[in-house]
C-alpha cells in the first residue's frame, strides 16, 4: 500500500511537469506570434513614412527649385503689396478675399504632417511593445532551451512546437542584442552569452 501511494505520487508531480511545460511551451508561442506580427506592422508603417520622404516634389517645390527664383520672388512681393493697397482703398471696410488655389497646397501639407506624426507615434508604440514581446519570448526560449536537457520535455518540444528551430532563431537575436546592449556588468555580460550560446549549440545538435 505504501509502494502504491508512492507511486501514485510520482505520477501526479510528472503529469504537473509535463503540463507546466506545456503551459511555457504555448506561452513561447503566443509571444512569439505576437512579437512577429507587431514587426509586421512596425516596417509597414515604416514603409510608409520612407515613401512619404521620397515623393515627387509638389509644384511650389518646383517653382522654389527653379532659376531667378529671388527675383520672381521680389516681383511678387512688390505686385502683392500693390494689389493689396489698391483693394483697401477701393473696399473701406477692408474686405478679404477667401482663400485662393495656391493655398490649398500648404493646408494639405499640414494635413500630411499630421498624418506621419500619427504614423510615427503609431510606429513607436508599437516599436516598445514588440521590444517587450520579443524580450519574454527571449527568457521563454532560454527556459525552454534547458528544459529540453531532459529527454521527457526535449520530446515534447518536438511534439507541441511546429517548428522546433525557431528556438535557435529567436536566441540568437538575443544574443545579438546583447552584444549591441550590455545592460549589467562586462563579466556577467560575458558569462551569460556564454551560458546562451552553449544552449544554442545544445539546440542545433538536437533538433
Same mark, same amino acid.
Given at each position: 500500500?505504501?509502494?502504491?501511494t508512492?507511486?501514485?505520487?510520482?505520477?501526479?508531480l510528472?503529469?504537473?511537469?509535463?503540463?507546466?511545460v506545456?503551459?511555457?511551451?504555448?506561452?513561447?508561442? @503566443?509571444?512569439?506570434?505576437?512579437?512577429?506580427?507587431?514587426?509586421?506592422?512596425?516596417?509597414?508603417?515604416?514603409?510608409?513614412?520612407?515613401?512619404?520622404?521620397?515623393?515627387?516634389?509638389?509644384?511650389?517645390?518646383?517653382?522654389?527649385?527653379?532659376?531667378?527664383?529671388?527675383?520672381?520672388?521680389?516681383?511678387?512681393?512688390?505686385?502683392?503689396? @500693390?494689389?493689396?493697397?489698391?483693394?483697401?482703398?477701393?473696399?473701406p471696410?477692408?474686405?478679404?478675399?477667401?482663400?485662393?488655389?495656391?493655398q490649398?497646397?500648404?493646408?494639405?501639407?499640414?494635413?500630411?504632417?499630421?498624418?506621419?506624426? @500619427?504614423?510615427?507615434?503609431?510606429?513607436?508604440?508599437?516599436?516598445?511593445?514588440?521590444?517587450?514581446e520579443?524580450?519574454?519570448?527571449?527568457?521563454?526560449?532560454?527556459?525552454?532551451?534547458?528544459?529540453?536537457?531532459?529527454?521527457?520535455?526535449?520530446?515534447?518540444?518536438?511534439k507541441?512546437?511546429?517548428?522546433?528551430?525557431?528556438l535557435?532563431?529567436?536566441? @540568437?537575436?538575443?544574443?545579438?542584442?546583447?552584444?549591441?546592449?550590455?545592460?549589467?556588468?562586462?563579466a556577467?555580460?560575458k558569462?551569460?552569452?556564454?551560458?546562451?550560446?552553449?544552449?544554442?549549440?545544445?539546440?542545433?545538435?538536437?533538433?
Amino acid at each position: 500500500a505504501v509502494v502504491s501511494t508512492q507511486s501514485t505520487g510520482e505520477d501526479v508531480l510528472e503529469d504537473r511537469n509535463k503540463s507546466s511545460v506545456e503551459l511555457i511551451i504555448q506561452t513561447f508561442l @503566443k509571444f512569439h506570434s505576437s512579437s512577429n506580427e507587431l514587426e509586421k506592422q512596425t516596417f509597414s508603417e515604416a514603409e510608409y513614412l520612407c515613401m512619404q520622404e521620397g515623393e515627387e516634389p509638389t509644384e511650389v517645390e518646383l517653382e522654389i527649385e527653379e532659376p531667378g527664383l529671388e527675383k520672381r520672388e521680389s516681383n511678387s512681393a512688390s505686385t502683392a503689396a @500693390k494689389s493689396e493697397e489698391e483693394n483697401n482703398g477701393d473696399d473701406p471696410f477692408g474686405y478679404k478675399e477667401s482663400p485662393t488655389e495656391s493655398q490649398k497646397p500648404a493646408d494639405n501639407n499640414n494635413k500630411n504632417s499630421e498624418k506621419v506624426k @500619427k504614423v510615427v507615434d503609431n510606429m513607436i508604440a508599437k516599436a516598445g511593445e514588440h521590444m517587450e514581446e520579443s524580450m519574454i519570448g527571449s527568457y521563454l526560449a532560454l527556459l525552454i532551451g534547458i528544459l529540453t536537457k531532459e529527454e521527457d520535455h526535449l520530446e515534447m518540444v518536438q511534439k507541441l512546437m511546429p517548428e522546433p528551430k525557431v528556438l535557435i532563431e529567436v536566441l @540568437k537575436k538575443f544574443l545579438q542584442f546583447m552584444n549591441m546592449m550590455s545592460l549589467t556588468s562586462a563579466a556577467a555580460s560575458k558569462s551569460g552569452m556564454q551560458q546562451i550560446r552553449s544552449i544554442v549549440h545544445w539546440l542545433n545538435a538536437v533538433l
